[in-house]
Structures are given as structure tokens and as C-alpha cells.
């Protein structure tokens, strides 16, 4: 299995380490005053009011007139340095070195460990940055306040790389038009294990309700969930039959924080956030809650290397796609100094190669027209080394993004309900 993964080391503190951490304050980061406050600028009405897009209800993010895209046709800034600010360990190095290369040009990147880190920085005058890669809720939450820039797509042919569900003109739901954003990563959230350390009879496949692995106490000691309390919670209202991931009803919450204190008292889980890509193919755990692109990039952390640990793992997502999903994007700030520079790297990311060469280091897929679960399977493909045949499943379709769960922003009051309860379950932990 050939690599270019060099220069990896264990992750301290990435991109799902910044949600567990940031859960709060990311979903109820003040949209008026506190933001534009510190842009002095007082919030308008409009800008109080945070306008909640879901897949059902599109939304399209809010213009300004006094906030538009650059004009078309503009030169690269003459001695610009790119800032970037990113999840720590989100982006393969060697990528950011090509771009440098190829246009003659300096990047500098920032990274945070969590959201109270990120958005306390942007909102003050220590802001320097001109690429910001973030999460879907906070994408929402800084357009309101005027911090993101509007794009201009002239400077992003590229796009034209990327899926649909993304790039037509009513999406995506969470921008409708790519106003601000263009996606980074996909990924869904489902379950890894390791096949030599638990029953094929009682593994994902062969069990009624696949969510009930994490509730066998054969296992005890060897579970683990992620500690993100949207991701926990809603596996415990999956269990259930709730599909509502978003839900406010309190009732069905409360079952579901019963449950993951349950899992505590029976099988002693573990609450980590590196369990998946780490510690599952180490043998630390024989069973955990894992995102896709964990699982993809997991081969590289086992005892052995990748070619002997892949086949020891298997990832459970629901065929009929009625599972959960995600994405992440990239903005341009709208204090950005090389706005220019930045709508360039924003489409070097979107070529294919680039994307692909990312890809195989950080392990969360770019949704590439031309990467669809088939191609890894075929010898013929250049890329087909980065996700191991068993994984293949780890790849997210075109369809998901239609049938998929996504998590919306949730209203403060029913925030508070969530987090209230998550952290009952860490209590007891």
C-alpha cells in the first residue's frame, strides 16, 4: 500500500477534539451584540435574530450591502502571506507547500483547540487571518454578523470539481448558492470495531438494532463514545427510534441521557475523542462511536502497519443511508488582507489531485465528482490506496446527503436542554 503520509504524527487536539470542547459556546455564539460590539457596530434587529436553515426549510444566509464580493478580475496581492486559521492537524502540510511553490507566495497557519479559542479571536482585534475553515453552525452564525466575506465564484471554476448537492444553484441547504462557503470534507458518524476482539454475532450486521452494541456488556471495559455531546446524545435517540437529532422534545432526550448513564453503570464506557482513530486499532477498544474520515485515516495508528491493521477493522454506517452527516467549509474573512490570494488557495483546494492528496493525509473525503465509493476499488485509480477495500463503506455518497441526518443549530433554550443533559452523563462517568 503506498503512502504519503510522512511527517503524521498522533493528533492532540484536532478538528473533533474542537467540538467537544466548543460544543457550547459554538452553538450559542451571541449573533449581535458581543460580535459586533467588538466590529463597533451596533446589532440590528435582523442580525439578532438567527435564521435557522435545515435541509426541510432552506434559508439562504443574509447579504449586506456594505459587505460584497470582491470585484472579478483582480491580480494575486503583490508580497501577500495567506493566514490561514484551521483545526489543528486538518490540512497535509505538503499541500500548503505545493500552493506556496506553485505561486511564488508565503502561508502562514494559525490553529485553534476549541470554539471559545477560535471565535473569542475573530471577534477581537487580534483577527488576522484571511482563510477560515469551520463547521457548518458557526459558518451560519458569523454571516449574520457580517465577519465572513461574500465570494466571488469567477475566482472558483473549480467548483465545478464538486457535487451538486453542493454546487447547484439552491445549494446547499446550510448556503444556499455557496454565498460564503465551499465545502472541505464530508463524513458521516457510525460505529467501528474491531473484528478480531468482538462476535461476529454481535457485531452491527448481524444484531436488530445496531446501536445496541454499545449496551453488550461482554465488552465492558473495551467501549467507547465520543465526548461530543450532540454526536452522544444522538446515538442514544437513534437507539430509541428517534431520528430527530435536532429534537426539542425533553421527554425523548431524558431517555436518551438515562441510557448513556446506563452505558456507564453496565459496561464502564469510555467517553475520549481519539478513541476511534487511535486507540480501536491499537486493541485499546473493541468497540466505538467513529466518523468516517477517524476510521479512513485509523489504518495509520495501529500496533503493525496500515496493511496489516486495516483488515482488522469494520465500520457500520445504515445502508439505506438513514444515518448521520456532515460537512465541513471553507470562508474567506471579510477583514481579509489578500482576499484575492485567498479565493486562489480556496480553489487549489478543490482541484481534484490537491484534494486527494489532502485526503489521503488528514482521512475526511473532499466530495470530488470523480472519488465515488467504486473508484477505490479499482487498481486503475491512482488514489485507491487511501481507503483500505474493507472501508470503503467509509465513503459518502451522493444520496446521503438527501436521506443523512445533518445537525442544524439549535435554538439557545433547546441547547441548554442538551448540553444540561450531557453534562449529567459526564458527571457520572
Known amino acids: 500500500m503506498a503512502s504519503d503520509r510522512e511527517g503524521r504524527t498522533s493528533r492532540t487536539l484536532g478538528r473533533r477534539e474542537f467540538l467537544r470542547i466548543g ?98 479571536k475573530l471577534r477581537s482585534s487580534q483577527a488576522d487571518f484571511d482563510v477560515l475553515f469551520t463547521d457548518l453552525d458557526t459558518v451560519t452564525r458569523l454571516s ?116 448513556l448513564i446506563q ?31 477517524d476510521t479512513i485515516a485509523s489504518i495509520w495508528y495501529g500496533e503493525e502497519n496500515a496493511t496489516h491493521t486495516a483488515p482488522l477493522l469494520s465500520y457500520w454506517w445504515p445502508k439505506d443511508g438513514k444515518g448521520i452527516v456532515g460537512a465541513d467549509v471553507i470562508t474567506v474573512l471579510k477583514s481579509a488582507k489578500n482576499p484575492v490570494l485567498a479565493h486562489t488557495f480556496m480553489n487549489y483546494l478543490l482541484d481534484f489531485d490537491v484534494s486527494m492528496k489532502n485526503f489521503s493525509w488528514n482521512g475526511y473525503q473532499p466530495p470530488q465528482n470523480e472519488a465515488q465509493p467504486e473508484t477505490f476499488l479499482d487498481p486503475d485509480f491512482k488514489w485507491n490506496w487511501i481507503v483500505a477495500p474493507n472501508l470503503v463503506n467509509c465513503i459518502v455518497e451522493h444520496q446521503d446527503m438527501e436521506t443523512g441526518y445533518w445537525y442544524y443549530a439549535l435554538p439557545p433554550d433547546v441547547d441548554k436542554i442538551w448540553h444540561d443533559d450531557w453534562e449529567e452523563v459526564i458527571a457520572g462517568a
Not at 472541505?184 to 436488530?208: F, L
Not at 429534537?247 to 425523548?252: E, G, I, K, P, R
Open 23 to 120: 460544543a457550547t459556546a459554538a452553538a450559542t455564539i451571541p449573533v449581535g451584540s458581543a460580535l459586533l460590539v467588538a466590529c463597533g457596530k451596533p446589532p440590528s434587529k435582523e442580525q439578532r435574530q438567527l435564521a435557522i436553515s435545515t435541509k426541510e426549510s432552506p434559508t439562504p444566509m443574509p447579504t449586506f450591502e456594505d459587505n460584497q464580493p470582491i470585484e472579478s478580475g483582480l491580480p494575486i496581492e503583490k508580497g501577500a502571506t495567506l493566514k490561514l486559521y484551521n483545526w489543528d492537524q486538518y490540512i497535509y502540510l505538503k499541500v500548503v507547500e505545493d500552493f506556496e511553490e506553485k505561486y511564488g507566495v508565503k502561508v502562514e497557519i494559525s490553529t485553534f483547540n476549541n470554539s471559545d479559542e477560535a471565535l473569542s
Open 263 to 293: 452505558l456507564t453503570d453496565e459496561v464502564n464506557v469510555a467517553i475520549t475523542y481519539n478513541g476511534a482513530y487511535e486507540d480501536l486499532p491499537k486493541g485499546i477498544f473493541a468497540i466505538h462511536q467513529a466518523w468516517s474520515g
Open 144 to 259: 449574520h454578523v457580517q465577519l465572513l466575506q461574500p465570494l466571488n465564484h469567477d475566482y472558483l471554476p473549480n467548483l465545478k470539481n464538486i457535487w451538486p448537492e453542493f454546487t447547484d444553484p439552491d445549494k446547499p441547504f446550510y448556503d444556499v448558492g455557496q454565498v460564503y462557503s465551499i465545502p472541505y470534507t464530508v463524513y458521516s458518524t457510525g460505529i467501528g470495531w474491531r473484528n478480531d476482539m468482538v462476535d461476529k454475532k454481535d457485531d452491527p450486521w448481524h444484531i436488530s438494532n445496531p446501536y445496541d452494541i454499545f449496551w453488550n456488556t461482554k465488552y465492558k471495559g473495551k467501549i467507547g463514545i465520543y465526548d461530543e455531546c450532540r454526536d452522544a446524545l444522538a446515538f442514544a435517540l437513534l437507539r430509541n427510534g428517534v431520528t430527530d437529532i435536532n429534537t426539542d422534545n425533553v421527554s425523548d432526550l431524558t431517555a436518551a441521557k438515562e441510557d
